[in-house]
T-cell receptor, first 115, second 111 residues
């Protein structure tokens, strides 16, 4: 079974609709992240969470919100979807070892299309 | 502001033709530099972490090196299965674990 799972894998929605993307992990990591990927722009951080009570905005958080329901679950919501939110969305996790780097492990992604 | 620039944007190689990818970075105190491989429609797969200038790491046909300003990913005698996009990311010492990614280098290896 995959360590980081995302649902749905593909989603087509209309402008103005509210949608939620879900992420679950079995790696036992405290830290979780949401990224979007656009051609030529690389991966950009939307939100990150260091534990259930610690949630922070990334570089492109406008138009998005998140919920950390448990250590293993981190959801991303688009309150009112717009076409320029069409992208690949990735969830990632990392360990929180004090004094070391924090390599991140990614889920398979959700391809979101807003029409 | 932390910046990561990867070059070239795309690379087409014949099977067995070795080459190198470049990742130039500016960061206020490097905690780690990361290389990932990404196949089309899939999530990035972690390859290496490099922590300090002079460090090298190898995995099969891939070898990553690090200087104070850039990192190289050397692909030795590539095979078609090495075709992928390779992503570089840096983590600053004061970033609380956040990564800054480059746009990637798309590598195609033909038989």
């Amino acid at each position: 079974d995959a360590d980081v799972t995302q649902t749905p894998r593909n989603r087509i929605t209309k402008t103005g609709k509210r949608i939620m993307l879900e992420c679950s992990q079995t790696k036992g990591h405290d830290r979780m992240y949401w990224y979007r990927q656009d051609p030529g722009l690389g991966l950009r951080l939307i939100y990150y969470s260091f534990d259930v009570k610690d949630i922070n905005k990334g570089e492109i958080s406008d138009g998005y919100s998140v919920s950390r329901q448990a250590q293993a679950k981190f959801s991303l919501s688009l309150e009112s979807a717009i076409p320029n939110q069409t992208a690949l969305y990735f969830c990632a996790t990392s360990p929180s070892r004090q004094g070391s780097s924090y390599e991140q492990y990614f889920g398979p992604g959700t391809r979101l299309t807003v029409t | 502001e932390d910046q990561v620039t990867q070059s070239p944007e795309a690379l087409r190689l014949q099977e067995g033709e070795s080459s190198s990818l470049n990742c130039s970075y500016t960061v206020s105190g490097l905690r780690g530099l990361f290389w990932y491989r990404q196949d089309p429609g899939k999530g990035p797969e972690f390859l290496f972490t490099l922590y300090s200038a002079g460090e090298e790491k190898e995995k099969e046909r891939l070898k990553a090196t690090l200087t104070k300003k850039e990192s190289f990913l050397h692909i030795t005698a590539p095979k078609p299965e090495d075709s992928a996009t390779y992503l570089c990311a840096v983590q600053a010492a004061d970033s609380w674990g956040k990564l800054q990614f480059g746009a990637g280098t798309q590598v195609v290896v033909t038989p």
